[in-house]
């Protein structure tokens, strides 16, 4: 609906205003927040700025434009969930089913039976209390001065009221005292896969630097303790995978409790019990001896790579250093904390990470 049309804006022309003036853009829905950006050339930083002003002060919310995003997002969901192979079960099924507080247990990206029941007047609702300049963060990365940035974002946001926001709900997860485990069919999958999560200590805590030096030494590339035991040694396994905030995002961009999810694609003569066999012989070895100071050396380098990368690189270079911004604004209100994530990693110990480890990869944190 945010590409509908706004007073000044008719239907699609945000999007081929953008790509006119040499820029793409997009949004994305995460748990905890969606955003919305345009890369353009800095002469356009002032038409960007109107662009989005104009659908914050002003969308169209219209039976026609309700319904056929109704339709287009059903689809979405049929085309990336429904009609896929394992249906996302890494991502989106399994927080359903490690959690138990509905803020963090439902569907998030929406079952149709929700997306068709919605009515004009509850996306009016949610648009006028959610849509708002005291609810939303504005980055501009690139070539802009301060003054610059400032001075146009009164000129086109400054006369957007604010509006009341409702009170912050409580998305704490009780401690998770027992294993959990599910199965599910899946007709259109060629090989079984096994996908668990262990919920994570809180974010920005020492525990929680500890787990993220540890993950590129457990699952990053062919020289991780996962991958050598599941697909070179023990040969059970074709794929494994995982991360923080993993198929949505990074370490860093979210605000509620959060799993460390793996993924294993196996073959059809293993059970799943066996992969987990192997999957906590590594992890023991861990919660045992630690890690070398050299693998900590390594963690610590390889942690640092990818994430200066995820900053500058990628297939838009410079987006992920303004969604980090906006993200620490958002949930620790400074931005500045991306200049210090370094140097907190640089803190922790092998003996943090043996520790953290001990604590939260577990089979009782485990679902």
Excluded: C
Excluded at 117 to 125: F, I, N, P, Y
Excluded at 306 to 323: H, K, Q, T, V, Y
């Amino acid at each position: 609906l945010m590409f509908q049309g706004s007073e000044h804006v008719a239907k699609f022309e945000h999007v081929r205003i953008v790509n006119e003036n040499g820029g793409v853009l997009n949004g994305s829905t995460r748990f905890d927040h969606t955003n919305y950006f345009e890369v353009m050339p800095s002469n356009a930083l002032e038409l960007a700025m109107w662009l989005e002003a104009d659908r914050m002060r002003s969308l169209k919310i219209t039976p026609d434009n309700l319904k056929n995003q109704q339709d287009v997002v059903s689809e979405e969901v049929r085309v990336n969930v429904l009609n896929q192979p394992y249906g996302a079960f890494e991502w989106l099924g399994l927080p359903q089913k490690a959690n138990t507080n509905w803020f963090n247990a439902h569907n998030f990206y929406g079952d149709l039976s929700d997306l068709q029941a919605a009515t004009l007047e509850d996306v009016k609702k949610f648009f006028d209390t959610y849509y708002a300049p005291n609810n939303a963060v504005l980055v501009v990365s690139g070539d802009a001065t301060v003054d610059e940035v400032m001075k146009l974002a009164q000129k086109q946001f400054g006369d957007i009221p604010s509006r009341p926001l409702p009170p912050k709900v409580d998305i704490s997860e009780p401690p998770q005292t027992t294993e959990k485990s599910f199965t599910e069919g899946d007709k259109l999958a060629r090989t079984p896969a096994l996908a668990f999560g262990y919920h994570l200590p809180e974010r920005m805590s020492r525990e929680f630097f500890a787990l993220s030096l540890l993950d590129p030494l457990l699952v990053s590339d062919e020289s991780a303790k996962l991958y050598q035991a599941l697909i070179k040694e023990n040969q059970i396994a074709s794929n494994v995978t995982g991360g923080f905030n993993y198929g949505l995002g990074n370490n860093f961009d979210y605000n509620g409790p959060m799993l460390y999810t793996f993924r294993v694609d196996y073959r059809p003569d293993i059970k799943g019990a066996d992969v987990l066999k192997v999957v906590d012989k590594v992890i023991a070895a861990v919660q045992e001896h630690g890690i070398t100071d050299d693998e900590l050396k390594q963690a610590k380098v390889n942690f640092r790579s990818s994430f200066l990368e995820s900053l500058e690189g990628g297939a838009i270079p410079g987006f992920g250093r303004a969604d980090l911004l906006a993200a620490l604004t958002l949930y620790d209100d400074d931005p500045n904390r991306i200049n210090t994530i370094l140097a907190e990693l640089e803190k922790i110990t092998a003996t943090d990470v043996r520790d953290a480890a001990r604590k939260y990869l577990v089979p009782a944190n485990r679902t």
